[in-house]
Every structure is written in C-alpha cells, then in structure tokens.
Nanobody
Framework: QVQLVESGGGLVQPGGSLRLSCTAS????????MGWYRQAPGKQRELVAI???????NYTSSVTGRFTISRDNAKNTVYLQMSSLKPEDTAVYYCNARVASGGSSPHYDYWGQGTQVTVSS
C-alpha cells in the first residue's frame, strides 16, 4: 500500500502565498507522476498541476504564472507553491501520485486525504 500525507493548507488573504507539501510512503518502486487536484464546494474535482518524471509540468490555465509545482524525487515529495492567491482558489486540495509497487507492476493512482485552502479577507 501507498500513503500520501499532505500539509500546508490554511487561511490566507487575497494576494498571499501558501506552500503545500505531499509525501508518499509505503510500497513504492517508482513514481511516474505526482500532482495536485482541487475541489471547490459544488464543483467537480479538477487538475491544478502535475509533474511527470520530475521535470515535465502542466498547469490548468487559471493558475499558470501563479502556482509552481516541484518534486523532490529522493524524498518522494511534491510541492505546490501558490502565489497571488485569489478567492476562487478556495478549495480542498488533494495530492495524487501514480505509483508502481514493483518492477513489473502497473502504476496505480493514490490520493491524499485533502487539505483545505481558504482565500479570504
């Protein structure tokens, strides 16, 4: 099994910054990709940012230029640096990792428990 533990959420004023962290542990042979999703009340969960292989990144258009995703492969940790936060960024943010537990095993998706980010004055 694989566990993802997130940290770093909270309440921040518009224009402020937050940094989310997520560490994967357990039966890990390789991690293909790690990413962040978010779900606001009454809305579907959406991809915020993803990093593949530690280098290739992709962002949803609404956060491009404001959010930066990075990954520490040695620590199996992914970060999301969020700047210039807006009230519409308010959501529960979920960490995702696509993990193989063995050399010949397929990759499966695992999820963290979610961390609340609230942007409000």
């Amino acid at each position: 099994q694989v566990q993802l533990v997130e940290s770093g959420g909270g309440l921040v004023q518009p224009g402020g910054s937050l940094r989310l962290s997520c560490t994967a542990s357990g039966s890990i042979f390789s991690i293909y990709a790690m990413g962040w999703y978010r779900q606001a009340p009454g809305k579907q969960r959406e991809l915020v940012a993803i990093i593949i292989g530690g280098r290739s990144t992709n962002y949803t258009s609404s956060v491009t230029g404001r959010f930066t995703i990075s990954r520490d492969n040695a620590k199996n940790t992914v970060y999301l640096q969020m700047s210039s936060l807006k009230p519409e960024d308010t959501a529960v943010y979920y960490c995702n990792a696509r993990v193989a537990s063995g050399g010949s095993s397929p990759h499966y998706d695992y999820w963290g428990q979610g961390t609340q980010v609230t942007v409000s004055s």
